[in-house]
């Protein structure tokens, strides 16, 4: 008899954990292949066809269908392995729309002296979401292995109705405000409003905030019959100290595994924002926008770093280890393998910032115009508290590492601009600067993910860009653009989607694929 898993209890029934409908046996399977602990047979696997279905939304009122039959051609490899190639695939989709909205001649009122009325659009809003995706059957055999993997089923009608307004509400006084009813078939109601105000105390100087909430259901691999799989790294807690080795340290590879929930909650937020924009001399304007962003019961699967640290913290979770190579005398060492959970209402998410800009542009009469510009992010906090009470602070950190393949969380970004345009022409060139980042998990977390490289740090990274156009011809326009002068190199960063390249492609891509020169030539039609 298959094992049993209670999280997978729905509507009184329990799933079998080694059911193919939730492959996790098989994912672990094809994970003990990857350490050796497993031998596959070497017959040949057939061909076959695997038939997926999607219904998804396209905007209001919508109903879109995409399925697809993709033939499957199993190709043996000499070690008894097999991978898949895809023929092309048929696509149909069907659609209708339907977004009646109300414009402001349904509500026309005077403000006190502002001359402009105040408007009211209304919407409705109707999809149906079906999820069929039995996923690779061979992935199920172990036949496939060294990927990440999905599959999922489930089903639900949303419907939503909203209304906006815009209410200059005296001369210098404008307020707008929001509000938007949703209802899942398999979670309920939900109400978000939203308000605005800006004041204009004097002509150079304008006073802005905002408030709003927000909602999100859990999606359909978070709560349907599903199961995913994919890679992260990990300090082993258990090997490392005692192997020293990269791969228990932090270099090697660990499978996240995080299985469908039915009792998921919405996730529910709260974000604020207040700011001003000044104007204290003709051409020179500058805004600063404070942030704050507080969600709460946020959807997680495994982060695999937490569950390992503590496994007492994760009652549901599930830590796989290799037998065959565990160190003698010390129980449940084997090398990890994977790390499985149900998704979970896990966090409190927080997070605050600033964003400043400042711009001037100079006339230089016959000389043409000079434009200088700045833009700035700074992140305060970004932190997690999780249910057992443990709270942990990102900003300027790697982590949370199972987030965007371990992008980190540089705490400043800004870019620097200066653009001269005189007639047809334009030239500009960028400054772009991203911040270090400590090669932490977190700040109350210090061990070093990448203890051999950089002193457990990873460099700013400064590029300078610059680009030209010229439009003295009728309809045409040439331009051209140099991205990375100077050829700078991206910062070494081993951490980065988990030690696969070497540097972090979602900050300092450019500086991997080193200067490049561009060319073209562009005509528009009357």
Same mark, same amino acid.
């Given at each position: 008899m298959s094992a049993l898993h209670p999280i997978l209890a729905r509507k009184g029934r329990f799933l079998p954990l080694l059911s193919t409908a939730i492959p996790i046996a098989a994912l672990l399977t094809g994970l003990l292949a990857r350490q050796g602990a497993f031998r596959f047979g070497e017959a040949p696997a057939p061909d076959g066809y695997r038939r997926s279905e999607l219904f998804y939304p396209v905007s209001s009122k919508v109903f879109r269908r995409s399925r697809l039959r993709i033939p499957v051609k199993l190709i043996e490899h000499p070690v008894g392995l097999t991978r898949l190639r895809r023929r092309k695939?048929?696509? +149909?989709?069907? *659609?209708?729309?339907?977004?009646?909205?109300?414009? /402001?001649?349904?509500?026309?009122?005077?403000?006190p002296g502002s001359g402009v009325n105040a408007a009211l659009a209304l919407g409705a809003e109707y999809r149906r979401e079906e999820l069929n995706n039995p996923g690779e059957p061979e992935v199920f055999l172990g036949q496939i292995m060294g990927l990440g993997y999905s599959s999922g089923q489930a089903s639900r009608n949303v419907g939503a109705v909203y209304a906006e307004l815009f209410a200059p509400l005296l001369k210098n006084l404008e307020l707008t405000a929001a509000l938007r009813y949703d209802h899942y078939s398999d979670y309920g109601s939900n109400w978000a409003p939203k308000v605005g105000v800006k004041y204009t105390p004097i002509q *150079?100087?304008?006073?802005? =905030?905002?408030?709003?909430? =927000?909602?999100?259901?859990?999606?359909?691999?978070?709560? =349907?019959?599903?199961?995913? @799989? =994919?890679?992260?790294?990990? +300090? /082993?807690?258990?090997?490392?100290?005692i192997t020293g080795s990269p791969a228990d340290c932090g270099s090697g590879t660990v499978g996240v595994i995080a299985i469908g929930n039915p009792n998921l909650q919405p996730e529910k937020s709260k974000t604020w924002t207040v700011g001003f924009v000044w104007e204290p001399l003709p051409g020179l304007n500058g805004t600063i926008d404070y942030w704050n962003i507080a969600t709460k019961q946020v959807i997680n699967g495994a982060d695999a770093q937490l569950v390992v640290n503590d496994p007492s913290a994760f009652p549901n979770a599930l830590i796989t280890r290799n037998p065959a190579d565990a160190i003698p005398g010390v129980p449940n060492s084997g090398t990890l393998l994977a790390v499985s959970t149900p998704f979970l209402n896990d966090f409190k998410q927080e997070t605050d910032g600033v964003d400043v800009s400042a711009r001037y542009r100079w006339d230089m009469k016959d000389y043409g115009a000079l434009t200088t510009g700045l833009e700035w992010t700074h992140v305060f906090h970004f932190s997690r508290e999780f249910n057992d009470g443990s709270k942990y602070q990102y900003a300027g950190t790697h982590g949370p590492t199972v987030l965007s393949s371990s992008a980190g969380i540089p705490q400043d970004k800004w870019n620097l601009t200066l653009a001269w345009e005189r007639g047809p022409w334009n030239v500009t060139g960028i400054v772009r600067y991203i911040g270090p980042m /400590?090669?932490?998990?977190?700040?109350?977390?210090?061990?070093?993910? *990448?203890? /051999?490289? !950089? !002193?457990?740090?990873?460099?700013?990274?400064t590029t300078l860009d610059l680009s030209a156009s010229y439009r003295g011809f009728k309809n045409w326009e040439i331009f051209g653009s140099v991205i990375n002068v100077f050829n700078r190199l991206a910062p070494f960063d081993v951490q980065a989607a988990y030690g696969g390249y070497n540097y972090n492609y979602n900050y300092a891509n450019t500086g991997?694929?080193?200067? *490049?020169? @561009?060319?073209? +030539?562009?005509?528009?039609? !009357?």
């Open positions: 695939a048929d696509v +149909v989709h069907l *659609q209708w729309l339907a977004a009646p909205e109300v414009d /402001d001649r349904l509500l026309r009122v005077d403000a *150079q100087l304008v006073l802005r =905030g905002t408030y709003s909430t =927000g909602f999100r259901a859990p999606g359909p691999y978070e709560s =349907g019959l599903s199961a995913t @799989n =994919g890679f992260t790294s990990v +300090v /082993d807690p258990v090997r490392c100290p /400590d090669t932490i998990e977190a700040k109350e977390l210090p061990d070093c993910l *990448q203890p /051999d490289f !950089n !002193n457990c740090t990873v460099a700013s990274f991997a694929t080193g200067t *490049q020169f @561009n060319l073209g +030539v562009r005509y528009t039609f !009357n």
